[in-house]
Nanobody
Framework: QVQLVESGGGLVQAGGSLRLSCVASGSIFRFASMAWYRQAPGKQRESVATITKISSTNYADSVKDRFTISRDNAKNAVYLQMNSLKPEDTAVYYC????????????WGQGTQVTVSS
């Protein structure tokens, strides 16, 4: 079983920065793709950024050039550096681990709140 623990959320003014962290338990981290999702009140959960096991990255258009996803396999950790934050970035941010073995397995963290004030 994999557990994901996020940290780093908080309240920040527009234009500010935050860095989210997610640490995974277990031994499959280095073989898994990692992603950050977010869910704003009244909206569906959406993908923000992904990083594969070979560190290829992909971003939602709304965060390109502002957010950076990275991973440290030695620490079983994935990070999301968020710069130039906007009020519309306000949401609960979730860490996701996806492992493609005999079957696909998805694990989720508990979420961390990010609030950007105008």
């Amino acid at each position: 079983q994999v557990q994901l623990v996020e940290s780093g959320g908080g309240l920040v003014q527009a234009g500010g920065s935050l860095r989210l962290s997610c640490v995974a338990s277990g031994s499959i981290f280095r073989f898994a793709s990692m992603a950050w999702y977010r869910q704003a009140p009244g909206k569906q959960r959406e993908s923000v950024a992904t990083i594969t096991k070979i560190s290829s990255t992909n971003y939602a258009d709304s965060v390109k050039d502002r957010f950076t996803i990275s991973r440290d396999n030695a620490k079983n950790a994935v990070y999301l550096q968020m710069n130039s934050l906007k009020p519309e970035d306000t949401a609960v941010y979730y860490c996701n681990l996806r492992f493609e073995g005999v079957r696909r397995m998805d694990y989720w963290g508990q979420g961390t709140q990010v609030t950007v004030s105008s």
